[in-house]
């Protein structure tokens, strides 16, 4: 595998690709919904949820949490995770420019 340079980009892009790689399973985006229709949960709530062992269930959070699309708190023995609404907002900021282009061009192709 090459080597991705990022150090090429702009800190904006390898955030937004960090974010983009880190929804790229779909796993991952079951836990987002999930999250999204609970507001918060336990993480033995998403196990629950989910067709997937504990300890991957564990590591598909990590990457979220690492990326900063989601939040845990220790209450008690668990982790009770919601979203980190900073990371969708970078999110949701890319796919508004997408979608101003496209309200703002003819289509050249």
Known sequence: MGITKSENFTEEQNQLSGLAKAIGHPARI???QYLIK???CICGDIVNELPLAQPTVSQHLKELKNAGLIKGNLEGNAICY???EEGFRKIKSFFESLDSY??????CC
């Open 38 to 40: 609970v507001r918060s």
């Open 102 to 107: 496209f309200d703002n061009t003819n289509q």
């Open 82 to 84: 919601c979203l980190d």
């Open 30 to 32: 079951a836990i987002i």
